[in-house]
């Protein structure tokens, strides 16, 4: 398993806010966040487009590793204070879910935990 | 005098691209008289442009009518604005267009009719109104207010376009009237759990896109006169006001 910090250098993305040295259990993707707090699980990274200040909420609530902004999207200023408050780290990349979403399984972040 | 009236203030028009072509604000005014309805309200996907034709077929028939709006905030939650009258309305309507941006694709998201009070066809809106604005949830309740208007979350029980489907849970410190629950979950499980009330007032509305959906659910508030003012009172329980009844 890679830690946050490994992602976030491979894959250039820009870290706003947290401790960047969380292992990484999965990943988990998807815009509806009672969705993600129906199925995301336990040190998941999360890929999103949402920047409401609920989403640093939901992560702290499901214990994730971190939460990824797609598209160049920033996190609005009361997301981002509270994720700093809060030691939740967002992560940023221009890349849309899709894209970022590949790259991540083909290096091993898989969605589904092999028991 | 206080007394019971029957309001159902979430109702689309045919300007809503998913709303029914028979939809038009007589049609409308016509059907909520015969169901005994005291008041509605038009509410159409970020847009106002049939509302005040609405207001004025129900002067005719003795209906008050509220002029609101569905909007989509960013998060692509819908929310309610209503109010008492289209000034407040346009004010709204010109911050909603100016963050939304797209074309309507009519043949894969339906027609936008502006009518007049001959049902005629005065114009075909162009802009996406199933799309969403780029304001967020907070701005659109805070814009809401300053209009004194009332801010209503839509649908809450639904996954999609509901506040808590798209972000979990009511956000803190949003500033919210009150909350809506659907017709569905009315039928299903609303005569006996409200479990999504966070403490906010609740409402029930038909949120209609067809003539026959008109009504199919309602609140009856416990009030003088009908106004936005009066209702926040409800919502609130103040000054003998309440809200009596969903149906």
Redesign the interface.
């Known amino acids: 398993m890679s830690t946050l910090k490994n992602i976030a250098e491979r894959f250039n993305l820009n870290v706003v806010s947290g401790d960047t040295e969380r292992e990484v259990s999965g990943g988990y993707s998807s815009?509806?966040?009672?969705?993600?707090?129906a199925n995301a699980q336990k040190d998941n990274i999360w890929i999103t487009l949402?920047t409401?200040?609920?989403i640093v909420?939901?992560a702290n609530l499901k214990e994730l590793a971190g939460i990824i902004l797609v598209n160049g999207r920033q996190p609005?200023e009361t997301t981002l204070n509270k994720a700093k408050q809060e030691n939740i780290p967002i992560l940023l990349t221009e890349l849309p879910t899709f894209e970022i979403v590949g790259k991540l399984y083909e290096y091993g972040v898989k969605g589904i935990k092999k028991s | 005098m206080l007394r019971k009236i029957k309001a159902d203030l979430h109702i689309h028009s045919c300007l809503s691209p998913c709303g029914d072509i028979n939809m038009t604000p007589s049609a409308i005014a016509k059907k909520a008289k015969s169901l005994g309805l005291n008041a509605i309200g038009i509410c159409d996907h970020n847009s106002s442009e049939n509302a005040a034709v609405l207001k004025k077929e129900g002067e005719k028939n003795d209906l008050a009518v509220f002029t609101g709006m569905e909007v989509t905030s960013r998060e692509e939650a819908h929310i309610l604005a209503i109010f008492d009258n289209e000034d407040s309305l346009y004010e709204l309507q010109k911050q909603v267009y100016e963050n939304l941006s797209g074309v309507n694709d009519e043949d894969l998201f339906g027609y936008q009719m502006v009518v007049n009070e001959q049902d005629e066809i005065t114009e075909l809106n162009n802009k996406l109104l199933i799309g969403a604005t780029d304001l967020t949830i907070e701005k659109i309740v805070e814009i809401i207010h300053s209009l004194n208007g009332l801010a209503i979350a839509s649908h809450v029980d639904r996954e999609r376009f509901s506040l808590i489907g798209q972000l979990g849970f009511i956000p803190e410190g949003l500033n919210l009237d009150g909350l809506e629950l659907s017709p569905a979950y009315m039928a299903e499980k609303g005569k006996y759990d409200y479990p999504m009330s966070s403490g906010l007032p609740l409402v029930t509305f038909s949120d209609a896109h067809f003539i026959d959906e008109i009504g199919k659910t309602f609140t009856v508030f416990l009030i003088e006169n009908i106004t936005v003012s009066e209702i926040k009172k409800a919502l609130e329980n103040k000054d003998g006001r309440s809200v009596i009844a969903y149906s």
Do not use: G
Not at chain 1, 31 to 37: N, T
């Open positions: 815009d509806l966040l009672s969705d993600v707090i949402q409401h200040l609920n909420a939901v609005e």
